[in-house]
């Protein structure tokens, strides 16, 4: 039964226990759509027309006997392996593989004095499509049945062409910390990059190869690198791209801790940041102009304001002058806003937000050429911070339904900022999807959807606030954000207890301030909960 299954998905394919069987699996070659197409150096991209042709030494060895004959059992995964161009009989690994390797090389430095010549910049894109496409970008074949964003977030990097040998539907949890050669000959086979395989657990995981290549694909990137967390991609994104005695540009409204990185662990290395209003493109010019800048490092929208940044325009800006640019795009997703299409180089995000989806992991990844992330990725391999195969698996099954989700998080929370804008006990409400936030013509040109967080100011002091937030019976008073469940906070408690209220209100950070990240409950109950607890101040 199982040896037949295995022969209708590759026909070639023999079922053996014979430790030494490495044999080929033919090519099937995808067919190319229109819609979404995927950035590309070459002729393949993330296991989407790869070819899988040898299984690593260990995957037999690894299987029962019984797993043997029946191919149902995984043990160890088959990576994707080499991917080979039309015009080249030689093998050109995928980036995939390429990463495997790069623990062993030297971390090399970033020349950002001259801009990747294949980072696209998008010229006068509204970006308002159901789904943002990669229109710029070098088109790759790809399967003609995605034409949604919802879909390729479903089967992108599993039923495309995942580089786990298994006919379950679900990615199966590698659990291992190392992986090993049969003998010497292929180790070395796999150090000068005539076989492509895995080495240690921090330099890579099967489970973890599918998310990124997921997460490639819904970004329109050449790859992806999953983190431990999304504070840990961005500062080895920092350390790593950022020369030392190097400059960055930031912006006034940002997620604490990463204000703290730049301002105290940044200086120690010589490293100095301009610090300038999201929409002041004034500023960035001049700091352009007057410094020699290595990285624009932002959020857009930003945490917990909810300002958006011009990325097209500031990537123009910083290219113009051989900088970088890195979105950090945690509140808007690959869904709401496609910041590579837009011009940046790179687009981080928190996946332990809306991509996980659940309120159960912590992740981070960074997507982009693969210039930049295996730079990054040789620093990651250094410091750690690799992200358990456990926490992947939860991730991907979180994307399943992330369209899902998001659907209903965007049409809640633009409704709830309607109705809180025009509430008696409410003074201002932050959101980018009302004409009355002061970037909303840049949100409505580059966003398709405007997110699931409402930051407000209650009309009242801090116990005013307080008693609001406590009246709340639907959503968690908790950090984070971007889960199935509401959650609530009121960030002078929450995030910046530590200061005094004037030094809070330096980064505008008032004592009425809630953040509001609204999960899939019901519109009404949610509505009702709110306007309840408004009137019960």
């Known amino acids: 039964m199982a040896v037949s299954s295995c022969a209708r998905a590759f026909p070639s394919f023999e079922c053996r226990s014979d430790a030494e069987f490495s044999g080929g699996i033919p090519r099937h070659d995808i067919p190319n759509s ?37 191919c149902s059992n995984i043990g160890v995964a088959q990576v994707v ?57 070098p088109s790759v074949r790809y399967a003609s049945f995605l034409n949604s964003d919802g879909s390729v977030a479903i089967h992108a990097g599993e039923r495309l062409g995942r580089g786990i040998v298994t006919d379950a539907i679900t990615t199966p949890v590698v659990n291992t910390s190392a992986y090993f050669f049969n003998k010497t000959s292929e180790l070395i086979d796999f150090k000068e990059k005539r076989r492509a395989s895995f080495e240690y657990g921090r330099y890579g995981n099967p489970t973890t190869v599918v998310l990124e290549e997921k997460i490639s ?23 790593a791209l950022v020369p030392a005695g190097g400059h960055i540009v930031t912006t006034t409204d940002c997620y604490r801790k990463t204000r703290i990185f730049i301002e105290t662990i940044l200086p ?65 997703t690959p869904l709401n806003q496609k910041a590579l299409a837009l011009g940046a180089d790179l687009v981080l995000h928190s996946a332990t937000k809306f991509l996980g989806g659940h309120n159960d992991v912590l992740a981070g990844c960074i ?18 911070g690799a992200l358990n195969p456990n926490a992947a698996y939860l991730i991907i099954r979180g994307m399943k339904t992330l369209h899902l989700r998001l659907q209903q998080q965007n049409s809640t929370a633009l409704r ?53 937030v406590d009246a709340l019976k639907i959503p968690y008073i908790a950090p984070s954000f971007g889960g199935c469940e509401s959650i609530v906070d009121q960030p002078a408690i929450m995030s910046y207890w530590d200061l005094s ?32 607890a408004l009137d019960s101040i």
């Open 217 to 239: 694909a819904l970004e329109g990137a050449e790859s992806t690198l999953l983190m431990a967390s999304g504070m840990c991609a961005s500062t080895v994104m920092l350390l």
């Open 367 to 384: 997507s982009g050429p693969v210039k930049l992330v295996s730079v990054i990725r040789n620093l990651h391999h250094i410091l750690g």
């Open 268 to 332: 120690k290395m010589g490293i100095t940041a301009t610090v300038i209003d999201p929409a002041d493109v004034g500023a960035l010019e001049l700091a352009l102009n007057q410094k020699k800048v290595n990285l624009f490092f932002t959020e857009s929208p930003t945490n917990p304001f909810l300002r958006c940044v011009d990325i097209e325009l500031v990537s123009k800006l910083c290219h113009e002058k051989g900088a970088l640019v890195c979105i950090d795009g945690t509140f808007a």
């Open 416 to 468: 709830m900022a309607e109705i809180l804008e025009a509430h008696p006990k409410v003074r201002h409400v932050y959101y980018p999807g009302l004409q009355s936030h002061p970037e909303h013509h840049i949100a409505k040109k580059q966003m398709t959807g405007f997110g699931g967080v409402v930051s407000f100011e209650v009309d009242g002091d801090l116990l005013t606030t307080a008693k609001f």
């Open 34 to 70: 229109g819609k979404a197409s995927i950035l590309s150096h070459g002729s393949s991209i993330h296991g989407l027309s790869s070819l899988i042709y040898r299984f690593p030494p260990n995957f037999v060895r690894q299987l029962s006997i019984k797993a043997r004959r029946n």
């Open 81 to 137: 392996a080499a991917s080979w161009s039309n015009n080249n009989s030689s093998p050109d690994f995928t980036p995939v593989a390429k990463a495997v390797d790069a623990a062993a090389a030297s971390i090399a430095p970033v020349d950002t004095t001259v801009v990747n010549d294949d980072v696209a910049l998008v010229e006068n894109e509204t970006c308002n499509d159901q789904n943002v496409q990669f229109d710029s970008l």
């Open 501 to 532: 209220q004037s030094d809070r209100a330096k980064y505008g950070i008032m004592d009425n301030l809630v953040r509001f990240s609204f999960g899939v409950e019901d519109f009404d109950d949610l509505k009702a909960d709110i306007l309840q």
